[in-house]
């Protein structure tokens, strides 16, 4: 799929920050219309009794160009011709992969990505004090990135142990002297339960093409503010496809899910401190959807080496790749030293 320009003719691109389609040559803008389609969630377990193919086995996708008639294959859902630079869009089918529910378009500009860089620049502790300059990208591509979310209606039942606090006197000899103090100590119970966590929309990373807790470090995302899925949103943006299958993102989703019903399940335990031994945990009422997520992917150049980054397309949260300063490292390790040796040195001499 193409956007032809209505005024010349050229293909048109999403611009981010505005619901319209421009023009890069002439600058006409097309307005996207109301369509009334709304975000849905699909039954996980409908969708797992369905014959499907892995996505790895898929073919490429075929992109014809209208612009110039040449043919590119790629495994991206939006790209651009390799010949003449026009943005191309694939037309995505159920009866081949899962088809994105949402998206969350654009809204950081090219010039916005300038200004994040700058910034988050200039905020690195340890940086080399040259890294202040950095303001340009040497490269970077507006890309969209596949996520899955997942919702569910969770019921734990939970073994563990409460711990409640008690204290006692010691007696003890120091410099001759005989003194006492308190001494906490801690009685064990049995507890068991059952504890009721919904989740929603857990957002779990559907590529393996982006490092993980660099994307992990562009959260959180404004995930209301998702559109329905139009393909207009990719024209002139790239978009990866999800090469991690839904049960396995249902897996790592349940490995986010886990820490906050054990938290959950220590605070229906009570007392001081809780121990927990066993969790199980029934998974009810799970649904999903396919959402396409705005990074601007980029690096950077810094005394000779090149630095990888991810900007959110939403926010300008900056994560990825620095430069450390080996002598401010040092000389904050020899400040800290000194601090050290201070505070041992005053505590001595109070001693006398």
Known sequence: MQYPCAQCGANVEFAPGASVLKCPYCGHETPLQTTGMRVREHDF?????????????????????????????SDQISDRCRFCNAPVVAEVTPQDQVVPEAVLPFALSKQQLRESLGTWAKSRWFAPSGLKKVSEAETARSTYLPHWT?????????????????????????????????????????????????????????TTKVTAKHLDALEPWPLP????????????????????????????????????????????????????????????????????????????????????????????????????????????IVGALAVIAIIITIFALSKH
Not at 52 to 64: D, E, G, M, S, Y
Not at 158 to 174: D, I, S, W
Not at 288 to 308: D, H, Q, S
């Open 45 to 73: 377990l409908t969708f797992a009794s369905l014959p499907r193919k892995p996505i790895a086995t898929l073919a490429k996708h075929v992109f014809v160009c209208r612009n110039c008639g040449a043919q590119t294959e």
């Open 150 to 206: 997942y919702d569910s209606r969770t019921i734990t039942d939970y073994q563990g142990q409460r711990g409640e606090h008690y204290y006692v006197t010691e007696t003890y000899t120091e410099n001759g002297e005989q003194k006492s103090r308190q001494v906490q100590k801690t009685r064990w119970y049995h507890a068991q339960g059952r504890v009721f966590r919904d989740f929603d929309d857990v957002l779990v990373t559907g």
């Open 225 to 332: 503010q998702a559109e329905p899925y139009r393909p207009e949103y990719l024209a002139g943006h790239d978009t990866l496809r999800y090469d991690v299958e839904p049960e396995q993102g249902l897996e790592n989703a349940k490995g986010k899910m886990r820490p906050i019903i054990e938290q959950d399940c220590r605070e229906d335990i009570g007392g001081d401190e809780q121990r927990v031994e066993q969790m199980h945990t029934q998974y009810n009422d799970v649904t999903f959807k396919l959402m396409l997520l705005p990074v601007w992917i980029a690096c950077y150049l810094y005394a000779g080496k090149t630095y990888n980054i991810q900007v959110n397309g939403i926010t300008g949260e900056v994560a990825g790749e620095r430069p450390y300063s080996a002598f401010k490292i040092a000389m904050a």
